[in-house]
């Protein structure tokens, strides 16, 4: 927290002591910017469907509509509150989890039925117009906070669909890799990531194509969300893209949150 790195560092100087306050306030500046920029994104993001909101308000409040023009307009502002809803919906996700520091609680939960989940999630969100494929190598648990973890994964398959145009490709998978870590892996076929862009990518609002990420249902949180789940759980995002070509994320689950269920059984009976 910005404030709290002001309490002073007081060290040795001559006969006396000094203060140490220069480093503490370049971060408190630095953090205080951060908050003043999150809260102007924050604000802008909820500014703009109030507005279009307010004018189809406006408009039905002044022009006598046939049925069917009322129906249009009823449909375009339920858009609006769709997405003002996922917005807030992510902004207390993050804020729960940059508020709880801690490393996520070691709960082991089987992973196929956890993946077998948004397997179905993505076919509705896709409705057909993409192939995808999930490829699950059977049999695994995870430790962890579940609810975390499948949020992690669902935001990467979203951006999938959301970013990979009709008839595209989108290919999920779960493996151990030979050093014994955890991998999902979620590769798409779409419009791919310059590479000036991808160290930038997890930062709260950011965006390569603002517009077709709003277009799209995007809030611009999704990869933030991700990167604290994975750090949460002493993991890595891996990104790969080439514009135009497409994109593939994977998160890595370090060797010690991994485990076969059978051995997990075991564990138990020991
Ligand atoms: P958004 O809600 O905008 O998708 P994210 O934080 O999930 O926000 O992603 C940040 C940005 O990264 C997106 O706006 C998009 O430009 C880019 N991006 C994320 N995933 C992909 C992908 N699979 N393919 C292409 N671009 C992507």
């Known amino acids: 927290q910005g404030r709290a790195t002001l309490s002073v560092a007081v060290r ?40 279009v909101l307010s004018g189809f308000v406006e408009t039905m409040a002044s022009l006598p509509l046939s049925e069917p023009e009322r129906q249009r307009v009823l449909t375009l502002m339920r858009q609006q509150t769709d997405r003002m809803q996922t917005l807030v919906g992510d902004l207390l996700t993050l804020a729960q989890l940059e508020g709880s ?29 993409h192939v995808i494929r999930f490829q699950v190598e059977p049999g695994f648990e995870v430790a962890g906070n579940p609810s975390e973890l499948a949020s992690a994964i669902t935001n990467l398959v ?7 145009p009709e008839g595209g490709r989108i290919d999920v998978s779960w493996r151990l890799r030979p050093d014994a870590t955890g991998e999902v892996e979620v590769r798409d076929t779409g419009i791919g990531i310059a590479r000036e862009h991808i160290p930038r990518l997890t930062e709260r609002f950011y965006r390569v194509d603002g517009s077709r990420s709003r ?47 059978r051995q997990g059984a075991a564990d138990h009976k020991s």
Request: hydrophobic fraction near 35%; glycine fraction near 10%.
């Open 101 to 129: 520091p801690r490393p996520a609680p070691d709960r082991w939960t089987a992973l196929d039925p956890l993946l077998q989940r948004l397997e179905a999630d993505a076919g509705s969100l896709s409705a057909g117009r």
């Open 215 to 261: 277009d799209t249902g995007g809030t611009g949180l999704g990869l933030s969300i991700v990167k604290h789940v994975v750090q949460r759980h002493g993991g890595e995002l891996v990104v790969e893209s080439e514009p135009g070509k497409g994109s593939c994320f994977r998160l890595l689950l370090p060797a010690p949150r991994v485990r076969r269920a």
């Open 12 to 51: 040795p100087y001559g006969d006396g002591m000094k203060l140490v306050l220069s480093q503490d306030i370049t971060e408190h500046e630095r953090n205080d910017g951060m908050r003043r920029d999150f809260v102007a994104n924050v604000s802008h993001e909820i500014r703009t469907p109030l507005t």
């Open 158 to 164: 979203t951006n999938a669909v959301r970013y990979t």
